[in-house]
């Protein structure tokens, strides 16, 4: 991958009109080694949405970040809620405890637990995220479970090949799977804003090429 040109396809562009400052280019790195050594594998159309979603989840910084909000803003997470019973949270304060954090937003004792044992499965880390989960936010942990969250479905239990092909199509077709992949994370919550940052994303990696 030309690097130089995948940021030259950026700069300026929609995402990023006023060029890219350091820390979106450090963030950027980062997923770009992660994923180089460890997905390459992958379609480039998920890499695209993956980039899209850091994007968006990120607040465009492409750098993890812990979810916003007062401590009391985080009460809707606690054990007995609705939202506390569907994210495993089982202690007073898991709530803010376990509040989202990373590249996608990794929210609850569920998730986080879940994704250790994953991580460590596949990749022999050991981290334990309740225990520490803070760790949700380690720019290297919180890609992998960026990339291999979504590729295999931790989230809402849709995955990237729900709804994502290998295949080279129209910009309408892709832009078509990228509106509809945002299930893999949160439903259609700024599915089609997310699916334009993906095909420009995808441009760019095409340029890159």
């Given at each position: 991958?030309?690097?130089a040109?995948?940021?030259a396809?950026?700069?300026?562009?929609?995402?990023f009109p006023f060029?890219?400052?350091?820390?979106q280019?450090?963030?950027?790195?980062?997923?770009?080694?992660?994923?180089?050594k460890?997905?390459?594998?992958?379609?480039?159309?998920?890499l695209?949405?993956?980039?899209?979603?850091?994007?968006?989840?990120?607040?465009q910084?492409m750098?993890?970040?812990?979810?916003?909000?007062p401590?009391?803003?985080?009460?809707?997470?606690?054990?007995?809620?609705?939202?506390?019973?569907?994210?495993?949270?089982?202690?007073?304060g898991?709530?803010?405890?376990?509040?989202?954090?990373g590249?996608?937003?990794?929210?609850?004792?569920?998730?986080?637990?879940f994704?250790s044992?994953?991580?460590?499965?596949?990749?022999?880390?050991?981290?334990?995220?309740?225990?520490?989960?803070?760790?949700?936010?380690?720019p290297?942990i919180?890609?992998?479970?960026?990339?291999?969250?979504?590729?295999?479905?931790?989230?809402?239990?849709?995955?990237?090949?729900?709804?994502?092909?290998?295949?080279?199509?129209?910009?309408?077709?892709d832009l078509?799977?990228?509106?509809a992949?945002?299930?893999?994370?949160?439903?259609?919550?700024k599915?089609?804003?997310?699916?334009?940052?993906?095909?420009?994303?995808?441009?760019?990696?095409k340029?890159a090429?």
């Amino acid at each position: 991958m030309n690097r130089a040109s995948f940021y030259a396809a950026l700069r300026g562009g929609a995402l990023f009109p006023f060029g890219l400052q350091k820390g979106q280019v450090n963030g950027i790195e980062n997923l770009l080694n992660v994923w180089e050594k460890y997905y390459s594998g992958e379609p480039r159309n998920d890499l695209a949405y993956n980039l899209a979603t850091a994007y968006h989840e990120t607040a465009q910084t492409m750098q993890p970040i812990t979810e916003r909000g007062p401590k009391s803003y985080f009460d809707k997470y606690e054990p007995g809620t609705r939202l506390g019973k569907l994210l495993g949270n089982t202690f007073v304060g898991d709530g803010y405890r376990f509040r989202g954090e990373g590249h996608v937003q990794n929210t609850g004792r569920r998730n986080a637990k879940f994704a250790s044992d994953r991580l460590n499965e596949k990749f022999n880390l050991g981290v334990d995220l309740v225990a520490m989960p803070g760790k949700r936010g380690d720019p290297f942990i919180s890609a992998h479970s960026l990339f291999l969250g979504n590729r295999e479905g931790w989230w809402t239990g849709k995955d990237l090949r729900d709804f994502i092909d290998d295949k080279d199509e129209s910009d309408a077709e892709d832009l078509r799977e990228f509106i509809a992949a945002r299930r893999v994370v949160n439903g259609t919550d700024k599915a089609t804003k997310i699916g334009g940052h993906a095909l420009i994303f995808e441009k760019a990696l095409k340029a890159a090429a």
